[in-house]
């Protein structure tokens, strides 16, 4: 077995740069090694793990699950299925949070439900005078965000718990949340790989809800969380955008505006009291 036999096994079960990547994290091989000594032998077990990966990939597991690791805003984040995957849509939530925190000499943020801690650990590393805390519900994804946060060298107070619950009494200059907002039931639930990703950070689980459930309760109990002209603001599903501005301003929130991702999707929405 070669690494050019390796990838030709793999040719028609899997996506050719999925098939790449897995054989180069099997081997410990660049790409470049790849393409000037295809007739390097593979030992066996890394052709056993490429095996492995190869199946369960063309099973729909997702790469990511698979490595262990995937990549946002040029950092590697581990990441296990105990959290969501890194969406690189999700980069505009950090690019407008960035802009509100860079307004303030020291500000306070919180990231609630932040999973593999991809928001708040950016945040915290490209705005140094931000004391960031980050909140989240699932105990093994804390676990997670915490390892990120120590291997990147992101100073995170994480907390556990429902939403605000473990902010009582505290304050801050931004609230950012990616909250789930898929409907329970959206037909997406079923497709590329989501079915691997945990549900409790896809979608709120109502019965024949639009989705919203989360972030009805953010922007609720927000307001007693922000300082005067503070920010809220959220990631959403692509038709959301108008709903989610009615729940601001319902709530006494300034300036709602929703601002579209690089694809031209609705995907933030942001406020402030
Ligand atoms: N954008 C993700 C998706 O469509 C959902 C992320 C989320 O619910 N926060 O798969």
């Given at each position: 077995?070669?690494?050019?036999?390796?990838?030709?096994?793999?040719?028609?079960?899997?996506?050719?740069?999925?098939?790449?990547?897995?054989?180069?994290?099997?081997?410990?091989?660049?790409?470049?090694?790849?393409?000037?000594?295809?007739?390097?032998?593979?030992?066996?077990?890394?052709?056993?793990?490429?095996?492995?990966?190869?199946?369960?990939?063309?099973?729909?597991?997702?790469?990511?699950?698979?490595?262990?690791?995937?990549?946002?805003?040029?950092?590697?984040?581990?990441?296990?299925?105990?959290?969501?995957?890194?969406?690189?849509?999700?980069?505009?939530?950090?690019?407008?949070?960035?802009?509100?925190?860079?307004?303030?000499?020291?500000?306070?943020?919180?990231?609630?439900?932040?999973?593999?801690?991809?928001?708040?650990?950016?945040?915290?590393?490209?705005?140094?005078?931000?004391?960031?805390?980050?909140?989240d519900?699932?105990?093994?994804?804390?676990?997670?965000?915490?390892?990120?946060a120590?291997?990147?060298?992101?100073?995170?107070d994480?907390?556990?718990?429902d939403?605000?619950?473990?902010?009582?009494?505290?304050?801050?200059?931004?609230?950012?949340?990616?909250?789930?907002?898929?409907?329970?039931?959206?037909?997406?639930?079923?497709?590329?790989?989501?079915?691997?990703?945990?549900?409790?950070?896809?979608?709120?689980?109502?019965?024949?809800?639009?989705?919203?459930?989360?972030?009805?309760?953010?922007?609720?109990?927000?307001?007693?969380?922000?300082?005067?002209g503070?920010?809220?603001?959220?990631?959403?599903g692509?038709?959301?955008?108008?709903?989610?501005?009615?729940l601001?301003?319902?709530?006494?929130?300034?300036?709602?505006?929703?601002?579209?991702?690089?694809?031209?999707?609705?995907r933030?929405?942001?406020?402030y009291l």
């Open positions: 077995m070669t690494l050019f036999s390796a990838l030709t096994a793999a040719k028609g079960q899997i996506d050719r740069l999925d098939a790449r990547l897995l054989l180069q994290y099997a081997t410990g091989c660049s790409h470049a090694d790849l393409l000037a000594r295809p007739e390097t032998p593979l030992m066996a077990p890394a052709w056993q793990q490429f095996a492995e990966w190869v199946a369960r990939r063309a099973a729909g597991e997702p790469l990511a699950y698979l490595v262990g690791e995937a990549e946002f805003r040029g950092r590697v984040f581990q990441v296990s299925p105990a959290v969501l995957i890194p969406r690189p849509e999700t980069e505009l939530l950090i690019e407008l949070a960035l802009d509100k925190m860079r307004q303030r000499t020291a500000p306070k943020v919180v990231d609630l439900g932040t999973g593999s801690g991809i928001v708040a650990i950016s945040l915290a590393l490209e705005c140094r005078a931000a004391a960031v805390s980050a909140v519900l699932s105990a093994p994804a804390l676990d997670v965000a915490r390892s990120n120590g291997r990147l060298g992101a100073e995170v994480f907390r556990h718990g939403w605000f619950a473990p902010l009582v009494g505290q304050c801050f200059d931004v609230i950012v949340a990616n909250p789930p907002y898929v409907a329970a039931g959206d037909p997406h639930l079923a497709l590329n790989g989501l079915p691997h990703e945990p549900q409790m950070a896809l979608t709120d689980q109502e019965a024949g809800g639009d989705g919203l459930a989360c972030i009805r309760r953010i922007v609720a109990d927000a307001p007693a969380h922000l300082a005067p503070g920010w809220l603001l959220f990631e959403h692509y038709d959301q955008g108008e709903a989610s501005r009615n601001l301003t319902a709530a006494g929130f300034q300036a709602a505006s929703t601002y579209p991702d690089l694809a031209g999707i609705d933030v929405t942001a406020g």
